[in-house]
Nanobody, 120 residues
Framework: QVQLVESGGGLVQAGGSLRLSCAASGSIYMINTMGWYCQAPGKQRELVAGITSRGNTNYADSVKGRFTISRDSAKNTVYLQMNSLKPEDTAVYYC??????????????WGQGTQVTVSS
């Protein structure tokens, strides 16, 4: 079994910054992609940023230049540095990890979600 533990959400004023973290643990053989999704009330969950095992990144257009995704492979942890936050960034943010477990089965896991609220 694999567990994802997220941290770092909270309430911040517009223009402020937050850093999200997501640590994976358990029966892990190799992690492929790691990413962050967000879901605002009444909306579908959507990709914010992703990072491959080689460090290639992709971002939603709405966050390019403001958010930075990174990973520490030794710690099985992915980060999302969020700068210049806007009220429209308010959402629950979910960590997503695709990996091979120790039985060499590929699965995708989700974190429990962390609330990010940006006040105007």
């Amino acid at each position: 079994q694999v567990q994802l533990v997220e941290s770092g959400g909270g309430l911040v004023q517009a223009g402020g910054s937050l850093r999200l973290s997501c640590a994976a643990s358990g029966s892990i053989y190799m992690i492929n992609t790691m990413g962050w999704y967000c879901q605002a009330p009444g909306k579908q969950r959507e990709l914010v940023a992703g990072i491959t095992s080689r460090g290639n990144t992709n971002y939603a257009d709405s966050v390019k230049g403001r958010f930075t995704i990174s990973r520490d492979s030794a710690k099985n942890t992915v980060y999302l540095q969020m700068n210049s936050l806007k009220p429209e960034d308010t959402a629950v943010y979910y960590c997503n990890v695709e990996l091979f477990d120790r039985s060499i089965r590929r699965n995708t896991y989700w974190g429990q979600g962390t609330q990010v609220t940006v006040s105007s």
